[in-house]
């Protein structure tokens, strides 16, 4: 071989292994299609609103995906154990999760997630049980997103308180007393105890007397309430006049424990929920229950979808209007017979 043919297959070697570098470096600045793994873990599979955000969270991403961003979404549950939750939440990290959207077992036991979220650096959107204060500035991309619990109450009191006002057959006995039985969700939960306290607090700033008959608490579950309201329509028969529930799932209960003990509707007492889940429409527009609160999960469920997608691209338009940098808070409405229609078309 020549040398002036050796010097050109040299030279079209460098050229080839130049190429050959230059497009290995090409591929990595080019940037690929983004993918943003999600991953929601809720508190249990048993609570048909949370169940309801979950899924309105999971359309709203999708509808965010673009032609250069992919949106996956992981739905679980922490089976009402937050060491089960734990284990969740490490199991998606090590999947490759970007964002996580959690709604904890234990608002006061965070700490293990947050851990685990600030040393891999993804940021965590909590949801409907809010963690503490302290626990929730433990680092920068810590954000709440849900309702003021007491304005539930407030607005649950106000709604009966008016109702009983204008429909002065509920005082069945005619006492001048209100006897009511409270279904509380669960002991030591921040929005149960705030929906009991303000409920009943408002009833008696509006006017209203009242006789506590009894508490239960039935952890927000329609059969565990039905069967509350079983024993205790047993021990007081018609003198219950008024129910107080924490949420509508418990209201339902109590409307399905007087359905069975064969109670006329017009013997029974007037039955307040919160939620707006759309049996509770539906008992309201029936005359079952008089009254719910719309928790608002299609606003809640597009705010995070708009906070998960901006923490990944690293933009902060929505996040400026967090209440102190982390808080995203929703506005309860009263539902009530006069506009019950209205919530049925969301």
């Not at 999600?38 to 032609?67: Q, R």
């Not at 708009?306 to 933009?315: D, N, Q, S, Y």
Request: charged residues 30%; glycine residues 6%; aromatic residues 8%.
């Amino acid at each position: 071989m020549s040398r002036k043919k050796r010097i050109r297959q040299i030279l079209w070697i460098i050229v080839a292994v130049v190429m050959l570098v230059l497009t290995g470096c090409s591929d990595k600045k080019e940037p690929e299609d983004k993918v943003l793994r999600v991953g929601v873990v809720t508190y249990t599979s048993d609570d048909p609103f949370i169940n309801a955000l979950a899924d309105e969270l999971k359309e709203n991403l999708k509808s965010m995906e673009t032609k250069d961003m992919k949106i996956m979404v992981s739905i679980k549950n922490g089976d009402d154990d937050q060491q089960d939750q734990d284990e969740i939440v490490e199991e998606m990290i090590d999947a490759g999760c970007d964002v996580l959207c959690v709604n904890l077992v234990d608002r006061t036991a965070p700490s293990r997630i947050i851990r685990l979220a600030k040393q891999n650096d993804i940021p965590v959107l909590f949801f409907n049980r809010e963690p503490v204060w302290e626990d929730l500035t433990q680092w920068e991309d810590l954000y709440y997103v849900g309702c003021d619990a007491e304005q539930s109450g407030i607005m649950q009191g106000e709604t009966a308180a008016e109702y009983i006002c204008s429909h002065p057959e509920v005082d069945r006995n005619q006492d001048g007393k209100i006897q009511y039985v409270l279904l509380e969700g669960e002991a030591g939960h921040q929005d149960a105890i705030s929906r009991t306290d303000y409920s009943v607090k408002t009833l008696i700033e509006q006017g209203i007397h009242l006789e506590k008959l009894s508490y239960q608490f039935a952890d927000w579950n329609r059969g565990q309430a039905e069967n509350r309201m079983n024993r205790l329509i047993s021990q007081y028969e018609d003198s219950i006049e008024l129910i107080i529930s924490n949420n509508d799932e418990m209201a339902l209960g109590a409307v399905a424990a007087y359905q069975k003990a064969g109670y006329e509707q017009d013997k029974w007492p007037v039955i307040f929920g919160i939620d707006g889940l759309d049996d509770a429409l539906e008992a309201v527009k029936s005359g079952k229950m008089q009254g719910t609160v719309y928790n608002d999960k299609e606003d809640q469920a597009m705010q995070m979808a708009k906070l998960a997608v901006e923490v990944f691209k690293g933009e902060d338009t929505n996040r400026k209007q967090l209440k102190a940098g982390r808080y995203y808070v929703s506005q309860y409405q009263q539902v009530d017979s006069s506009n019950v229609d209205e919530f049925f078309k969301r």
